[in-house]
């Protein structure tokens, strides 16, 4: 089964300043896609960003980039340029693909216990 | 608009009663989800469809049972037998599950136990 870790449950950054939230993952299987979701106080889940396992070129979405190390098996995101908007719970979550759809991962999203970022003015 | 509607947004439950949670999609979406949300935690899958008319269990399934009569809903029901169902819970749908393509979820309905 996969698991997947973050081991921050908060953190705290300056507007406009830099901040990274670290994500691990443990699978067997080789191709997967790694995503990284937001729930800002409305609760409403929101995607921030996408990663497909097997590529080496990492993501980005405007202020956000992740780092995707797949031999180490994580995936960090970081936020540039900080805003109060940002405030929000950040998930990381696993995509399995194996095509046994039985009892596995195949399709099915696990998520990380997720971490609290507060952005200050 | 696509999206996800998901109702009530608040429901009250008494002891002993089953309650049924609605979730409806017009994305055209083949799989459905639902999860739970406990205060400081991750979600966790209770069930998915991924073709009408079946489903299959997720990781914390006890308690609760689902329909997939039709493409577009998936409601839950949450029975007598969950012991502790107050939670926040968050429908989800998505494409192919081979797909690159991200779940999306509905707003939410959060179920508290009297």
């Known amino acids: 089964a996969q698991t997947v870790t973050q081991s921050q449950p908060e953190m705290s950054v300056q507007e406009a300043e830099t901040v990274t939230l670290s994500c691990t993952y443990d699978?067997?299987?080789?191709?997967?896609?790694l995503f990284w979701y937001k729930q800002p106080p409305s609760r409403q889940m929101i995607l921030v960003i996408r990663?497909?396992?097997?590529?080496?070129q990492n993501a980005t979405e405007n202020r956000f980039s992740v780092n995707f190390q797949k031999a180490a098996k994580s995936f960090s995101l970081k936020i540039s340029d900080s805003q109060l908007g940002d405030t929000a719970m950040y998930f990381c979550?696993?995509?399995?693909?194996?095509?046994?759809?039985?009892?596995?991962?195949?399709?099915?999203?696990?998520f990380g216990q997720g971490t609290i970022l507060t952005v200050h003015p | 608009d696509g999206g996800i509607t998901q109702s009530p947004k608040y429901l009250f439950r008494k002891e002993g009663q089953n309650v049924t949670l609605s979730c409806e999609q017009n994305?055209?979406?083949?799989?459905m989800y639902w999860y739970r949300q406990d205060p400081g935690q991750g979600l966790r899958l209770i069930y998915y469809?991924?073709?009408?008319?079946?489903?299959q269990k997720g990781d914390i399934a006890e308690g609760y049972s689902v329909s997939r009569e039709k493409k577009e809903s998936f409601p839950l029901t949450v029975t007598s037998a969950q012991k502790n169902p107050t939670a926040f819970y968050l429908c989800?749908?998505?494409?192919?599950?081979?797909?690159?393509?991200?779940?999306?979820f509905g707003p939410g309905t959060r179920l508290t136990v009297l």
């Open positions: 989800a749908s998505s494409g192919r599950p081979s797909s690159y393509n991200e779940q999306f």
């Open positions: 699978t067997s299987e080789n191709n997967y896609y």
């Open positions: 990663q497909e396992a097997y590529k080496q």
């Open positions: 979550a696993f995509k399995g693909l194996s095509a046994n759809a039985g009892g596995t991962s195949y399709g099915k999203l696990t």
């Open positions: 994305l055209n979406h083949d799989a």
């Open positions: 469809s991924q073709i009408v008319n079946d489903f």
